[in-house]
């Protein structure tokens, strides 16, 4: 390696990504059902307390209960005319389906995917899935991503959800799986050190999540009355995320749903709505 290439390499690893806050604003949310009545007002009850956080004096509580539309479309239109900056439902509207743990149902697959309203999925009333902490409050957070590093918009909503005085875990694994992958052709080079190669590739790829949510707590410290927690390691995706969403008791999970490049949702986030039905999501 050449002096410049030394230089560069130190400039780069100095040049750390830090989180630019912004605060929450949701001005208008509409809580979607498919019942009516009694339920629909129970479910309404619910979702106001679930989400106190975002109670304000100049949040507009909107809902619209199973009445009022009958069709994917209807739904899309009437989200359109409301342009509300968040939508609260849950798992399998107007569908028998919540039965078989396989999908979101149709009119969940498509919102998430056809507007860019962050989505709060419940677990589904009749299923009695729901752990008893949550669908309570939202003192304990989680934000989940396979690039924490500068994805401020996940970090910021996992933040604003989160209420004073609660915990925020922010949460990146990166796949085992892919690292044994590269680390298996470096061994295959004679020019590279495979020892070494695992070592330093591990500890920069850690290193990096690790010094964006050092910025996050120091602006969580300045700003914000909640408590930063930080999750780094190397493992199996789903199911560690899956061991820490228990261990952690989270009330709700925060990750991204788009992707500029494709028509299916993002990376995880499908196989994580599909098989965590027992909390809530917030699906941006």
């Known amino acids: ?46 979702v106001r307390t679930f989400l106190s956080v ?11 209960d199973g009445g009022g539309f009958s069709s994917v479309q209807q739904l899309l239109d009437i989200v359109d005319a409301e342009a509300p900056d968040l939508i609260v439902t ?18 969940l697959d498509v919102l998430t995917q056809a507007t860019p309203v962050p989505v ?10 729901a752990l008893p902490h949550t669908v309570q409050n939202t003192d304990r957070v989680m934000a989940i991503t396979d690039h924490l590093s500068g994805d401020d918009r996940l970090v910021n909503y996992a933040l604003g959800f989160t ?15 892919v ?21 330093l590739i591990e500890r920069q790829l850690l290193k990096e999540p690790r010094d964006y949510i050092e910025s996050c707590r120091q602006i969580a410290e300045r700003s914000l009355s909640c408590e930063i927690g ?36 993002h990376g995880l986030a499908y196989p994580l709505a599909v098989e965590l039905r027992q909390i809530p999501l917030l699906m941006l």
């Open 1 to 46: 390696m050449t002096k410049l290439d030394q230089f560069e390499s130190v400039f780069l690893a100095a040049d750390k990504t830090a989180l630019h806050y912004e605060k929450l604003a949701v001005e208008h949310v509409l809580v979607v059902s498919d019942v009516n009545d009694d339920a629909a007002t129970a479910l309404w009850q619910q």
């Open 54 to 64: 975002l109670d304000d004096p100049s949040t507009r509580w909107a809902r619209l």
């Open 90 to 107: 849950y798992r399998h509207l107007h569908s028998s389906a919540w039965q078989w743990p396989h999908s979101l149902g149709e009119y």
């Open 120 to 129: 709060v999925v419940l677990p589904h009333p009749d299923t009695a899935l």
């Open 163 to 177: 209420q004073p005085g609660g915990s925020c875990w922010l949460t990146h694994v990166e796949p085992q799986a």
């Open 179 to 199: 690292f044994d992958h590269y680390l298996e052709v470096i061994s295959k080079i004679p020019e590279i050190d495979t020892d070494s190669a695992r070592e």
């Open 230 to 265: 930080e999750i780094v390691t190397m493992g199996r995706r789903l199911s560690e995320y899956r061991r820490l969403i228990e261990a952690h008791r989270v009330d709700l999970l925060v990750v991204n749903t788009m992707d500029e490049d494709q028509l299916a949702m």
